[in-house]
């Protein structure tokens, strides 16, 4: 079962690579034109999220596992090297989780909170959340620089990143390891769920309060401009929201898992194992969706993407014509 399963893996990250790279790419370049239909808020902060994703593909999926299954003992597992991956898989996970965060938070105070908006909905604001929230992960993740030590030394070179002992069993460490994880994921996933609540339940009674003012206006046009403005915006929220939830949720549920009934991960049976990565694999692709939820929910986009592929074809056709 478990060679069934390393294989399935081994091809699971290349395709994952693959993909990933070239979609948050895409956004990259697309999303800062400002020809999507999006505001400069918005745009900055799926620009930071497509770049933290694109991060996570190139440090977890590539320097990690498709090193791990495809370029056993490389320079990459030596201690050092290996220690600094680490820390940067950790940081880039953080900020890509909690881009997800700031960027539900945003869109619930621009549609709850009117008197919040003008204040906090601004382009200097969301600047120094996107910049204060990418120095606070990295200084976080840089303590695990601090956790490991070597597996192996070969010709006086150290090789590999197992965890000290220390790590298990001293109290400091047993607490910091807590609040990693309470901050990834657990924090993130409430506050996701709460917000995207509160936004509903707005919506719902502001749709009630402004159809029944509109009812009371004779000839005039049912068609709602304001409501309308306002639904890609939100339609977009939920499916990034909605997607980070679905793709992390395994992932929670482990921890929970593990955490509740006391048992060490190491000692799963085959099946909790391969549950166990599974819950990883899809953590894993919730940085390669966004792109294509762009896509699906926002027209201009796509518009732009045509745009792009057409332009290197007219080159090309007007090269042979001349």
């Not at 105070?109 to 606070?136: D, E, F, S």
């Not at 220390?166 to 990693?180: I, K, R, T």
């Not at 000839?219 to 990034?240: H, K, Y």
């Amino acid at each position: 079962m478990l060679a069934t399963y390393y294989s399935f893996e081994k091809i699971f990250y290349l395709i994952l690579a693959v993909i990933g790279v070239p979609g948050n790419l895409l956004a990259i370049v697309i999303l800062p034109r400002g020809k999507c239909g999006l505001s400069k808020n918005v745009t900055r902060y799926l620009l930071a999220m497509a770049t933290s994703d694109l991060l996570v593909i190139f440090t977890e999926v590539i320097l990690y596992q498709i090193n791990y299954h495809y370029f056993p003992l490389c320079f990459l597992d030596i201690t050092p090297v290996c220690s600094v991956i680490a820390v940067l898989r950790g940081a880039t996970t953080d900020c890509s989780v909690w881009f997800t965060v700031t960027f539900s938070f945003d869109r619930f105070v621009a549609i709850c909170c009117q008197k919040l908006k003008t204040k906090y909905c601004t382009h200097k604001t969301t600047a120094v959340v996107i910049g204060t929230t990418c120095i606070l992960f990295f200084m976080k993740n840089v303590t695990f620089n601090f956790a490991y030590e070597p597996g192996e030394i070969f010709d006086n070179v150290a090789w590999f990143c197992y965890p000290k002992s220390s790590y298990f069993n001293d109290p400091g460490w047993v607490v910091f390891d807590w609040f990693d994880t309470v901050l990834t994921p657990l924090l993130p996933f409430t506050l996701i769920l709460l917000l995207n609540a509160l936004t509903v339940r707005y919506i719902l009674v502001a749709s009630r309060v402004r159809k029944g003012l509109r009812s009371l206006s004779k000839g005039g046009n049912r068609n709602d401009p304001e409501m309308e403005s306002r639904r890609w915006s939100v339609i977009l929220l939920f499916t990034i929201s909605g997607s980070f939830i679905l793709l992390w949720l395994m992932y929670v549920v482990d921890f929970l898992y593990y955490t509740i009934t006391g048992i060490d991960p190491s000692d799963y049976s085959d099946t909790l194992y391969i549950l166990r990565e599974f819950g990883h694999m899809l953590r894993n692709v919730n940085c390669c969706t966004n792109t294509f939820i762009y896509g699906v929910t926002q027209t201009k986009f796509r518009e732009q993407f045509k745009s792009m592929v057409k332009y290197p074809v007219t080159i090309i056709v007007k090269l042979f014509k001349q």
